[in-house]
């Protein structure tokens, strides 16, 4: 092991030769080197198991290569060494651990596509830019990792990214995404500056951007005719919104807790829409509330300045909020 410990101070980014000079036990324990409590993962120094039997390693059966990697919820304690990950790993799982450290894209094996290292103690900047091509799914968030976002220069693979629950900072470029993006969760950080919806990946399916510093208005007349979820609520956005051009795929949209203000027209909502937020805004002005759809089942004018009677049997309108607005409940008799 002395070996192997002088080759990793030597190279902090080690080389193709470097690491294929080495056998893929080498290279994983390297990898767990940093952690406390590794014995969870390959057994005990005085007893370490064969690579085949280390707990969460797969192995391909004709090449014996390790292919994927899952310590997700092991109570791992530590660090965790991503430079030595084998060049044929494809998915790496340790979410839901105690893992703590700087996280280096840059390192990530050319065939991984799908890491996650989401709810652990990470922290530090990283570079987005430098991951892997075929990266497809990139889950960070519950972490405390800081600094901008480089969303320009994603890979053209990537179809989720969730960064969110955590510490980033500055603006975020939103018109430069891939185009096969699908996910993507910015929410519950220290972004700031503002939100470009005009030219979203087409099929991207959910948006999140809540709970963050975003400011200035937002166009909502251009949203990808595929997505599903919109959330932006809880950031400092500002001017008025027009409802009248949704996505008719769009299920849910929480504009809440900004400073959104005029009218507000729901009478072209789209006609699966299940949940809408407008409440903690200054929206004001008489509301027309007699072309609600059916399939909503949440509806929250709360806290706004809106006035107008919103009609309907109890049980489809019972979980409407309409506290301190100027906005009316009335019950109908089921016919």
């Not at 972004?191 to 809540?210: E, T, V, W």
């Not at 059916?294 to 006035?307: I, P």
């Amino acid at each position: 092991m002395l070996h192997l410990a002088l080759i990793s101070s030597a190279d902090p980014h080690p080389g193709g030769d470097s690491k294929a000079s080495l056998s893929h036990l080498a290279l994983m324990n390297m990898v767990i080197a940093g952690i406390e409590n590794r014995e969870k993962i390959c057994g005990s120094c005085d007893d370490q198991k064969d690579m085949s039997e280390w707990k969460g390693v797969k192995v391909d059966r004709a090449t014996h290569d390790v292919v994927e990697i899952d310590w997700q919820a092991m109570g791992l304690k530590g660090s965790i060494d991503l430079q030595w990950l084998p060049a044929t790993v494809k998915r790496v799982f340790l979410n839901k651990n105690l893992l703590s450290g700087s996280v280096d894209l840059a390192c990530l094996p050319a065939e991984l596509k799908f890491l996650a290292l989401s709810q652990n103690h990470f922290t530090g900047t990283v570079d987005l830019s430098t991951l892997p091509d075929g990266m497809e799914k990139l889950r960070l968030y519950g972490n405390k990792l800081s600094g901008s976002l480089e969303l320009r220069r994603l890979p053209a693979s990537l179809h989720e990214m969730r960064v969110n629950q955590n510490k980033f900072t500055g603006s975020v470029c939103l018109t430069e995404l891939p185009a096969g993006l699908q996910h993507i969760d910015l929410s519950q950080n220290e972004f700031s500056g503002s939100l470009d919806f005009r030219s979203l990946p087409k099929g991207i399916n959910y948006l999140y951007a809540n709970i963050n510093g975003f400011t200035g208005g937002i166009h909502l007349t251009q949203l990808p005719d595929e997505l599903t979820e919109l959330e932006v609520a809880k950031n400092q956005l500002t001017g008025s919104v027009n409802l009248t051009n949704l996505p008719q795929s769009i299920t849910h949209v929480d504009l809440s807790d900004n400073t959104f203000s005029g009218s507000v027209d729901l009478t072209r909502l789209p006609q699966g829409v299940s949940d809408l937020y407008l409440n903690g805004n200054k929206f004001s002005g008489e509301t027309d509330f007699g072309h609600i759809p059916t399939s909503m089942e949440y509806l929250d004018v709360s806290k706004t300045n809106l006035s107008g009677e919103i009609c309907g049997e109890e049980q489809l309108i019972s979980e409407f909020n309409v506290e301190n607005s100027n906005v009316k409940l009335h019950f109908t008799d089921k016919r």
